[in-house]
C-alpha cells in the first residue's frame, strides 16, 4: 500500500538554505546543495525545496524559479523524489523546473495572484506534479490565508477553492506559519484547528510548521487526510535525524529507515556535466 | 582486461529531466549520453525513454523528433529498451489521457486512468508477479511513483504490480516485460537504493 511521506523543507533565502522561524527569522545553514545531499543520504522520502524570496511584493520584478539551483541540485544526482516552490510565474515556468531536475512544482503566491494559470499548470504536467502550498492560520473563527509578500491574512477566498476542487491540484501544504520553526512538543506546535476545518475534503494533505517532536509528528500522521508532514529546522539540527524520525514514527505506514553511506551518484557536486553528450 | 563499461543511450525528446536520470545510470557504473540522434542511439547498449507530463505531447514530440519509427525498428533488431514512467506508457497502444492516442506500440496494451483513485503519488510496494528474474529481487521493495494513468497490459506481460490501499483493491500494472524491452511505472532513479539496485538488475538482464 502506498506509504505516508516524511518530507525534507529545505528554506532557501537569497541562495543559502536556512532555518525559519514563523515566516520572519532566518538563520544561515549553509549551502542548499549540502543540505539536500544529508537528507538525501540519510533516506527523507521528498524534499521540498522552497525558495522564499522569488516572488516579490510588486516593487520590484519577481525572479522566476531557481533554475540554477534546480539544476545544480539535479546533476548532483539526488535519488529522492523533489518538489521545487518559489518564483513560479506560469505554465513555462512550471515545465522549465520540472525540466531542470523537480518531480513536482508547489505555488503559493500564483494560487493568489493568478488561480487560472496555477490550474493551467496540470495540462502540460499532470495535475500529479501540481501542489498548492498554503500558509494559514485558525483566527477569529475561520482558516486565515496568509499573503507573506504584503503581511496580511484573509480568508479563503472561492476561486482558489474552485481551483483546489477542480482535480488540477494532486496535494495541499498546510503550512502553519505561525508554529513554523517550532519544536511542536508538549501539546504546542502544529495547529490541529488547520485540519480540523480544511475545506476541501478529498484532497490528501501535507502537514508543514511546528512538527518537530516526533510524537506531535505522528499524531498528524495518523490523520486520515495527511498523507505526508514536512520537517524543516529539525531535521538540520543534528546527524541522521531521518533515521530517528522514522523510528519513532514505527507502526505507521511509512517506509522503514534506509541509509546509504555515500551520495547515489558516487560523487559529490557534480556541476561539469554538459547537457547532452556522453556522461561519464 | 578491463571489461568494456556498458553505454546506456537516454532518448531526449524534450519531456523530463533527463539529468537526474543520467545521473542515476552514471552512479552505477554505467557510460550515459543523451541524444536524439538516431546515429547515436543506435550504437548504445541500451536505450533509455524517459518521460513526465502528458502522453499526447511526450508522443507528438517523439514523433516530431522522427523518433517513433526508429524506437519500432530498434526493438525490432533487439536493442535493449527501459521505458520509464510515461516513458513506460509511451510503449503502449495507445492512451485515453486528453482523448485517444496511438502509442509505440511496442508492448501490447493500453493507458488508462487509474481505477481506484485520481493518483498515485509517493513510495509503494511492488509485488513481482511470476519469476522474471530482472525485476525478482526487488519484490516488496517500496518505490517511488507519480502518475495518474496506468498501462494496462496483458498477463503475460505484466511482471510487477502494486496496490494503492489495501490487498484487497486492485493492482495497478507497474512493470512490463516484452523481450527486450521492460518499461517501469516508477522512478527507480528517485528511488533511493532500490531502485539502484531494480535498475542494475534490468540493465544486466536486459545485457546477458
Known sequence: MIKKRLVGVITVKQGWAVQSFGFQRHLPLGRPEVVAENLDRWGVDEILLQCID?????????????????????????????????????????????????????????????PATAAALAGPLGAQAVIAALPLAWQDGELQWLDHRHKHATPLPADLLAVLRSGAISEAVLIDWRHEGQHGGQGGGFDDALLDHWPVPGLPLIAFGGLGDPLRLRQVLQRPAVVAAGVGNALSWREHAVQQFKTALRGLPMRQPVYAAAPYSGSRFVTALPARGVHR | MTPRRITAALVDYGAGNLASV??????????????????????????????????????????????????????????PIIGICLGMQLLADNSSEHGLTAGLGLVPGHVRPLPQARWHIGWNSVDVLGDDPLLRPSDGESLYFNHAYAFSAPGPYTVAVSRLDDALDAPVTVAVHRHNIVGLQFHPEKSQGAGQALLRNVVEGLLQ
Open chain 1, 54 to 114: 522569488r516572488s516579490r511584493s510588486g516593487a520590484g520584478p519577481d525572479e522566476g524559479p531557481d533554475l540554477a539551483l534546480l539544476d545544480r541540485l539535479s546533476r548532483q544526482g539526488l535519488s529522492t523524489p523533489l518538489i521545487y516552490q518559489g518564483g513560479i510565474r506560469s505554465v513555462d515556468d512550471a515545465v522549465a523546473a520540472v525540466q531542470a531536475g523537480a518531480e513536482r512544482i508547489a505555488v503559493d503566491s500564483l494560487l493568489r495572484d493568478d
Open chain 2, 22 to 79: 543520467a545521473r542515476a545510470f552514471t552512479g552505477l557504473g554505467y557510460r550515459c549520453r543523451s541524444s536524439r540522434d538516431p546515429g547515436a542511439l543506435a550504437t548504445a547498449d541500451l536505450l533509455v525513454l524517459p518521460g513526465v507530463g502528458a502522453f499526447p505531447a511526450a508522443m507528438a514530440a517523439l514523433h516530431a523528433h522522427h523518433l517513433v519509427d526508429f524506437l519500432g525498428e530498434r526493438a525490432r533488431a533487439g536493442q
